[in-house]
Nanobody, 124 residues
């Protein structure tokens, strides 16, 4: 079992920045990939970025150059730095962990554990 707790969401104006955190606990040694997803009202959950246990990261084209994923293995914490925020970035952001797959999927089915989500609201 892996437990995930997100924090750091909030309300900002367009062009602003936020830094999300995801604290992991439990059997974290089993985790191959950690990722961030987001879900806006009425829309499907969307992959944002991921990083594998070797440190290789990837990000969706819609956030590339604006968002940065990182992890602190000693603190067992995953981060997502959000810069140059746009109104369309408004969503609930979820942290996810994969233990059953040996690659970083870009779909929700590729992850075994999820946090409760943290809300990011961007106003114009």
């Amino acid at each position: 079992q892996v437990q995930l707790v997100e924090s750091g969401g909030g309300s900002v104006q367009s062009g602003g920045s936020l830094k999300l955190s995801c604290a992991a606990s439990g059997d974290t040694y089993r985790t191959y990939c950690m990722a961030w997803f987001r879900q806006a009202p009425g829309k499907e959950r969307e992959w944002v970025a991921a990083v594998d246990s070797g440190g290789s990261s990837s990000a969706a084209d819609s956030v590339k150059g604006r968002f940065a994923i990182s992890q602190d293995n000693a603190k067992k914490t995953l981060y997502l730095e959000l810069n140059s925020l746009k109104v369309e970035d408004t969503a609930t952001y979820y942290c996810a962990a994969a233990v059953s797959y040996t690659y970083c999927a870009i779909k929700p089915w590729g992850y075994d554990y999820w946090g409760q989500g943290t809300q990011v609201t961007v106003s114009s």
